[in-house]
């Protein structure tokens, strides 16, 4: 079995983890032996799949997203589509079924001087109504790997109020292969206390 062997850090579910910007509930040990587990289980071929990170948020590459692609997207019960790409890359990630799925585009260059906070909030709204319409979102860029995977990051941040790190880990769990670039993992790291202080600011108007 051919296996993906890219260093990443140890993968924990969103159940391992307490809310609050996330304190593994597991042990270095128990995250080792998790991480060996999702290297043995982890193929090459996945990563031209689509996987599902929390309940009907899907994360994947272009090629889960073409036109051959129609009979599983709707079987998966996709219903929008983030499509994460760069002007320049519109002839080759194209939005293959505009009548069939509701489509956003997020224009983004894959480059660690790329600025992506401040489109963190255009895709949770996006990927927000969605989910609570009942339906499904698959995010994809070209590879599902970093801009793409930056952006569901940010998204589980908040859904589960978990730290970058944390967030990180739960992805990777479903989805081994995502490697955002070093200047995306930065700004998601910047993105917690942004995050603190918009929670900080609903429970003051609760209890105020």
């Given at each position: 079995?051919?296996?993906?062997?890219?260093?990443?850090?140890?993968?924990?579910?969103?159940?391992?983890?307490?809310?609050?910007?996330?304190?593994?509930?597991?042990?270095?040990?128990?995250?080792?032996?998790?991480?060996?587990?999702?290297?043995?289980e982890w193929e090459y071929q996945m990563r031209r799949e689509m996987q599902e990170i929390i309940p009907g948020l899907f994360l994947g590459p272009y090629a889960a997203a073409m036109?051959?692609?129609?009979?599983?997207?709707?079987?998966?019960?996709?219903?929008?589509?983030?499509?994460?790409?760069?002007?320049?890359?519109?002839?080759?990630?194209?939005?293959?079924?505009?009548?069939?799925?509701?489509?956003?585009?997020?224009?983004?260059?894959?480059?660690?001087?790329?600025?992506?906070?401040?489109?963190?909030?255009?895709?949770?709204?996006?990927?927000?109504?969605?989910?609570?319409?009942?339906?499904?979102?698959?995010?994809?860029?070209?590879?599902?790997?970093?801009?793409?995977?930056?952006?569901?990051?940010?998204?589980?941040?908040?859904?589960?109020?978990?730290?970058?790190?944390?967030?990180?880990r739960c992805v990777q769990k479903k989805r081994f292969c995502i490697y955002p670039n070093e200047g995306f993992r930065r700004q998601l790291?910047?993105?917690?206390?942004?995050?603190?202080?918009?929670?900080?600011?609903?429970?003051?108007?609760?209890?105020?």
């Amino acid at each position: 079995m051919e296996t993906d062997v890219r260093p990443v850090d140890f993968p924990i579910s969103a159940d391992d983890l307490r809310p609050g910007f996330g304190i593994p509930l597991v042990s270095t040990d128990t995250q080792f032996l998790l991480n060996i587990v999702l290297q043995q289980e982890w193929e090459y071929q996945m990563r031209r799949e689509m996987q599902e990170i929390i309940p009907g948020l899907f994360l994947g590459p272009y090629a889960a997203a073409m036109k051959t692609k129609q009979e599983d997207l709707i079987k998966h019960g996709i219903t929008h589509i983030l499509c994460v790409r760069q002007n320049c890359e519109s002839n080759v990630i194209k939005t293959n079924f505009p009548g069939v799925f509701e489509y956003k585009i997020v224009e983004i260059a894959d480059s660690p001087t790329e600025k992506i906070i401040p489109v963190f909030d255009e895709a949770r709204e996006f990927i927000g109504n969605c989910l609570r319409k009942g339906g499904k979102v698959l995010v994809h860029g070209n590879a599902g790997i970093s801009r793409s995977a930056a952006l569901v990051i940010a998204y589980v941040m908040e859904h589960c109020n978990f730290s970058s790190q944390d967030a990180l880990r739960c992805v990777q769990k479903k989805r081994f292969c995502i490697y955002p670039n070093e200047g995306f993992r930065r700004q998601l790291l910047e993105y917690e206390p942004i995050l603190k202080a918009r929670l900080a600011q609903r429970l003051t108007g609760v209890y105020n």
